[in-house]
């Protein structure tokens, strides 16, 4: 068993991994980087509720999201594949939308064998929201994960890597601009989990 610790902006990733001794059949179906933990896969997330201290943060006027660094609500739609490609020591993550498009905010390098957290933020000056007020919102996004590769069961019909995550992003709105006093900040905490098959032994 191999522990790796990999640090990235907006990552903070140990991968599990163990070594599969597989069978070659004539009946084995192997995909893209079979063997490896690189690969896409589907997720399914368990988004939580957005909590708002010290106030509630006032609707956006309008529907354009350009123009809004808001936290996603339970029922908003989350990037449904996470990309995971690694070349030696470096990793390369991305989230991708429901098009197989990097999501936005969504892509991420790590370095094998760096300790530590790294935070990726955005920032941007909103349009006006409910109260009339314009905020300066800054988004910090922190996302640990790990995968085990497993062998499947009953012995010999396959394997597949497993991926959990746990997401958390917190929102900052200031009055006016980014040295501004803050009005409030919202904080989503979601998790995921998902899989990719890794080989499939065929009947």
Known sequence: MQTVLLKAPGWTAVILSSVIAVGCGSGTMFPPDAGTINGTYALQWFP??????PAALPNAVGSDPSKYLSPPAADSPRPPSLSVRINGDSVSLTLLDASGAAAALGSYEAVAGKAGTALQTAGMMEGPRGSGEIFYATDSARLDYS????????PGIGAQDDISMTSS??????????????????????SAAGSRPNYVRGQ
Do not use: E, H
């Open 147 to 154: 995968i085990l590769q497993l062998v499947l069961l009953p």
């Open 169 to 190: 992003s917190t929102f900052t709105f200031r009055v006016a601009g980014p040295t501004s006093p803050i009005f409030t900040t919202c904080v989503v905490r979601d």
């Open 48 to 53: 939580g509720p957005i909590m708002c201290t």
